[in-house]
């Protein structure tokens, strides 16, 4: 029997294990297993926030807090695509910066997170009774809706109608207390990125009731690819009839993210569709024998104006008013100086807001404020001659999405101000800029509301934005 113990013993001396047969050996033991644990958490936090957070929200809470996990959620289905990413969806491949045991170290972490989330009760709700103040201003937020998971656009009309996209296809009204959604939609590849995303009203819908969509469009002949295509009809009934596509981007790609999609119209009636480069930095934004990385100006009907900044240059797209964009995830129009501004996902690092020209080239990726999301850089370039430079960065990014310039006399201290969600940090954020396009000031709002995908001045003249996770839809009202 000696002998079997001190076999297992060298066994066990030979595994890097050393111990004494009392309880106050065995304490010991357990406490250096949990300080080494609670060591690796911290590096994985460290992790996460380098590597993670840029796209998933800056607390691990938010991005586990899901029901549907693409990849799947064991430690194996989540160690892969952590360490060979997905790069048809926009995710790197973490194991060209960190090694196989850092990797479990953060899928861990993650799974840790799961499980906490699970024994806890979880509410993001609102307390209606609590008052933010800005620049004076008292206001509080109205719950408006929350049987959409991700409402990803909003716009409203002079009847006092809400209309609201979710982007797994789907478009509601809603109108007093009722909810009605509506019918007769394109289909729409709904991954990754991609889904049913902005809405917006013609300008005369009071009229001609003639709605706008923005969607990822399958390949008729191949639902791997897809592209960014606007969507046009007549609503009648709670339906809309005599629907086609107006504005398709060439060419289809086969990944999942970085569609743009947001629209708008100008004082003018021209529509603006801002379209992302598909996770193709290198293809597209920067050449004009494409519909990507760009940003379009079209007819209410889908046709070119012939005085648009490209119309007769040779193999350029007739429609396109911008390039060398990355990500427009924001398009706002200031109707007093007929200016137009977006907002675009950086990289890791560098948001931006540009003030949008026509035939302006904004830079991407020839120059950034960013590097790529695994920690190398891009480029070493900021500034090169015959780019624009964003009116504001952010570094490190906010995950900007969403963009409205403030008109409305029911916000005096934000008029002329412009607003952008936040989908990392959880909050609205807004930016003050002098007659220069000078940024002058800027202020958090909202704190921890959720991530934040669309913002819309309504006919009303209230401000709504909509969060996921869960998806809920919120009005602004001055107290």
């Given at each position: 029997?000696?002998?079997?113990?001190?076999?297992?013993?060298?066994?066990?001396?030979?595994?890097?294990?050393?111990?004494?047969?009392?309880?106050?050996?065995?304490?010991?033991?357990?406490?250096?297993?949990?300080?080494?644990?609670?060591?690796?958490?911290?590096?994985?936090?460290?992790?996460?926030?380098?590597?993670?957070?840029?796209?998933?929200?800056?607390?691990?809470?938010?991005?586990?807090?899901?029901?549907?996990?693409?990849?799947?959620?064991?430690?194996?289905?989540?160690?892969?695509?952590v360490?060979?990413?997905?790069?048809?969806?926009?995710?790197?491949?973490?194991?060209?910066?960190?090694?196989?045991?850092?990797?479990?170290e953060?899928?861990?972490?993650?799974?840790?997170?799961?499980?906490?989330?699970?024994?806890?009760?979880?509410?993001?709700?609102?307390?209606?009774?609590?008052?933010?103040?800005?620049?004076?201003?008292?206001?509080?937020l109205?719950l408006?809706?929350?049987?959409?998971?991700?409402?990803?656009?909003?716009?409203?009309?002079?009847?006092?109608?809400?209309?609201?996209?979710?982007?797994?296809?789907?478009?509601?009204?809603?109108?007093?207390?009722?909810?009605?959604e509506?019918?007769?939609?394109?289909?729409?590849?709904?991954?990754?990125?991609?889904g049913?995303?902005?809405?917006?009203?013609?300008?005369?819908?009071?009229?001609?009731?003639?709605?706008?969509?923005?969607?990822?469009k399958?390949?008729?002949?191949?639902?791997?690819?897809?592209?960014?295509?606007?969507?046009?009809?007549?609503?009648?009934?709670?339906?809309?009839?005599?629907?086609?596509?107006?504005?398709?981007?060439?060419?289809?790609?086969?990944?999942?993210?970085?569609?743009?999609?947001?629209?708008?119209?100008?004082n003018?009636?021209?529509?603006?569709?801002?379209?992302?480069?598909?996770?193709?930095?290198?293809?597209?934004?920067?050449?004009?024998?494409?519909?990507?990385?760009?940003?379009?100006?079209?007819?209410?009907?889908?046709?070119?104006?012939?005085?648009?900044?490209?119309?007769?240059?040779?193999?350029a797209?007739?429609?396109?008013?911008?390039?060398?964009?990355?990500?427009?995830?924001?398009?706002?129009?200031?109707?007093?100086?007929?200016?137009?501004?977006?907002?675009?996902?950086?990289?890791?690092?560098?948001?931006?807001?540009?003030?949008?020209?026509?035939?302006?080239n904004?830079?991407?990726?020839?120059?950034?404020?960013?590097?790529?999301?695994?920690?190398?850089?891009?480029?070493?370039?900021?500034?090169?001659?015959?780019?624009?430079?964003?009116?504001?960065?952010?570094?490190?990014?906010?995950?900007?999405?969403?963009?409205?310039?403030?008109?409305?006399?029911?916000?005096?201290?934000?008029?002329?101000?412009?607003?952008?969600?936040?989908?990392?940090?959880?909050?609205?954020?807004?930016?003050?800029?002098?007659?220069?396009?000078q940024?002058i000031?800027?202020?958090?709002?909202?704190?921890?509301?959720?991530?934040?995908?669309?913002?819309?001045?309504?006919?009303?003249?209230?401000?709504?934005?909509?969060?996921?996770?869960p998806?809920?839809?919120?009005?602004?009202?001055?107290?």
């Amino acid at each position: 029997m000696k002998k079997i113990i001190s076999t297992f013993c060298a066994i066990l001396l030979l595994l890097g294990v050393s111990f004494t047969w009392n309880k106050c050996s065995m304490s010991s033991f357990n406490k250096t297993k949990a300080s080494v644990f609670e060591e690796n958490m911290g590096e994985a936090e460290k992790y996460y926030g380098n590597y993670c957070a840029s796209c998933h929200g800056k607390q691990v809470k938010e991005f586990v807090d899901r029901e549907k996990w693409v990849y799947g959620s064991t430690r194996i289905e989540m160690f892969d695509v952590v360490k060979n990413g997905a790069e048809e969806d926009g995710m790197p491949a973490y194991g060209e910066v960190i090694s196989d045991k850092q990797v479990y170290e953060l899928v861990d972490y993650i799974l840790a997170a799961i499980e906490d989330k699970k024994s806890e009760e979880f509410n993001s709700g609102v307390n209606e009774d609590v008052v933010f103040v800005s620049e004076g201003m008292q206001l509080k937020l109205e719950l408006v809706a929350e049987n959409a998971d991700s409402p990803w656009a909003i716009t409203q009309s002079n009847d006092g109608r809400l209309f609201y996209t979710d982007k797994s296809g789907k478009l509601f009204a809603k109108q007093s207390d009722v909810i009605q959604e509506i019918t007769g939609l394109p289909p729409v590849k709904y991954k990754g990125q991609g889904g049913l995303m902005d809405v917006i009203l013609h300008p005369d819908f009071q009229n001609n009731q003639r709605m706008y969509l923005s969607y990822s469009k399958p390949k008729p002949d191949d639902d791997g690819y897809a592209t960014t295509a606007v969507f046009s009809g007549v609503l009648e009934n709670n339906e809309i009839v005599n629907g086609k596509d107006i504005f398709v981007a060439e060419p289809y790609v086969n990944t999942n993210h970085h569609y743009g999609c947001r629209m708008i119209f100008d004082n003018d009636g021209f529509l603006f569709v801002a379209v992302g480069e598909r996770g193709r930095r290198d293809d597209h934004p920067q050449f004009l024998d494409n519909d990507l990385g760009k940003i379009h100006r079209l007819h209410d009907d889908g046709t070119v104006p012939v005085d648009n900044p490209f119309y007769n240059t040779p193999e350029a797209r007739k429609s396109i008013y911008s390039y060398g964009h990355r990500n427009p995830q924001g398009l706002c129009y200031n109707p007093v100086t007929d200016k137009i501004y977006d907002n675009e996902h950086g990289p890791k690092g560098g948001d931006e807001v540009n003030l949008v020209e026509a035939g302006k080239n904004y830079g991407w990726p020839i120059i950034t404020y960013g590097i790529n999301y695994i920690g190398t850089k891009i480029t070493d370039l900021t500034h090169q001659e015959g780019m624009e430079q964003p009116i504001r960065y952010w570094v490190p990014s906010i995950a900007t999405c969403g963009m409205e310039f403030v008109t409305s006399d029911k916000y005096p201290a934000w008029k002329g101000n412009t607003l952008s969600g936040s989908l990392k940090f959880n909050y609205l954020h807004r930016d003050v800029f002098d007659e220069n396009d000078q940024l002058i000031k800027q202020e958090k709002l909202f704190p921890n509301i959720g991530r934040m995908r669309s913002i819309e001045q309504g006919a009303d003249g209230f401000i709504y934005f909509g969060v996921e996770e869960p998806g809920r839809i919120y009005r602004i009202v001055p107290v």
